[in-house]
């Protein structure tokens, strides 16, 4: 049997939708786009949305529409993908990374605590510049398990942080301070709010476009700068340029970017939207199944569940207990490779990148828990549409690698 890492879940709805799009006459950003925006903003109860052609380039318009300039720094989880830390390099800022927890592998608050009172002189004297000072924190929900916000907006009142959440894989997810209390969907913002939440739609995220994103806030000047950068810096789009809405005379009013999403990919969009807690639903069902089927696995460790939140299941991240194991990750996943299991791992963490290294001179005893967690680290295919087949293979392949592999009780003892 082949499993796959991942496999988009599109309905007849979604392929509908795309041809009378492709039927209308308009292709680009349009209608679509407009109602996607609405629709969305509506699901995670924010006041507005604006759409994009990927995560990557939201976050990109948040860091610019809150003012990021040169030198300036900005704490970033170690444990993320490329795209949180670049954006902040593309304005020539700095990116201050802050360690992970070991458990949910989301940003270690205590250790961002920890470098917002560094004096960086460690790190100028490895030939990194120093910030000229702290001006804003980027969380990542990890898998779709969400932070714990109020901790976050705590830290970020104390220290005059402005917020931006990676929230790539965390739609829907949602997240409450105590049990009994009322949950607050990530994304979730009151008007006048000004933060910036940034989901993605790339095309194995937990509702896709093929490639797109949506930019959250409850600040309409910061929305206002997004859609402004989002398509060149003219005064106005171009469905009120073309669609009669407005004059042809725009004014450019800033050097901007081109990340408009176009009609075709919100058509999809639209369609994922509406049946985006069916598919959690999904994914939540199948993280049961493993946690289940591994409870008594003492070569892995598991993700966490929390009564305090709605997880969006994006990713299904193992650790190995490499101690209890003869094989490192690598062979690990060979293994699973061999088996036709999908996986992939989420992530080497930043510091561990030549450009970071060559640019800031990070070191892994600079990040110990985020060094030590991901040669740990597997993550397995999680899916709507994963058959109980494919579940079921999934894990009798992961407890014969397991039981094949296992570290015998007296090499343990011989090994302490
Ligand atoms: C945590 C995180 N942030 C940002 C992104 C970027 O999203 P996109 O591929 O839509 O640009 C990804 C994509 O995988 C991601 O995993």
Sequence with gaps: MQVPFFRP???????????????????????????????????????RAVAVNSGTAALHLAVEALGLKPDQGVLVPAMTFAATAEVVRYLGAIPLLVDCDPITLNMDLGDAARQLSADYTDYTDRQSRKPSEIVGIMPVHVGGMMMD???????????????????????????RTDEGKAWQRCGQMEDGERRVVCFSFY????????????????????????????????????????????????????????????????????????????????????????????????????????????????????????ERLKIDRNQFIEELRQAGVGCSVHWRPLHLHPYY??????????????????????????????????TEYVVETVKAICKEHATSKREISIAV
């Design 9 to 47: 879940l599109i309905g007849d709805a979604e392929v509908d939708e795309v041809v009378s799009t492709l039927e209308s006459g308009w292709l680009t950003s349009g209608a679509r786009v407009k109602t996607f925006e609405e629709k969305f903003a509506k699901a995670v109860n924010a006041p």
């Design 149 to 175: 916000i109020k901790a976050i907006r705590d830290l970020a009142a104390a220290h005059h942080l402005w917020i931006v959440e990676d929230a790539a894989h965390a739609f829907p997810a949602a997240w």
């Design 203 to 322: 095309a194995n995220k937990t509702i896709t476009t093929g490639e797109g994103g949506m930019a959250v806030t409850g600040d309409e000047e910061l929305a206002q700068r997004m859609r402004l950068m989002s398509l060149h810096g003219l005064s106005h789009d171009a469905w009120e340029r073309y669609s009669g809405g407005s004059s042809w005379d725009y004014r450019i009013i800033a050097p901007g970017f081109k990340y408009n999403l176009t009609d075709i990919a919100a058509a999809i969009g639209i369609h994922q939207l509406a049946r985006a807690e069916e598919m959690r639903l999904e994914r939540e069902r199948i993280a049961g199944n493993y946690l289940e089927a591994f409870a008594d696995i003492e070569e892995i460790e598991l993700p966490p569940d929390y009564p305090n939140r709605i997880h969006a299941w994006h990713l299904f991240p193992i650790r190995l207990r490499l």
């Design 357 to 390: 290294q060559e640019t800031f001179g990070w070191r892994p005893e600079d990040f110990p828990v985020a060094t030590r967690v991901w040669e740990r680290l597997v993550s397995l295919p999680i899916f709507p549409g994963m058959r109980a087949a494919e």
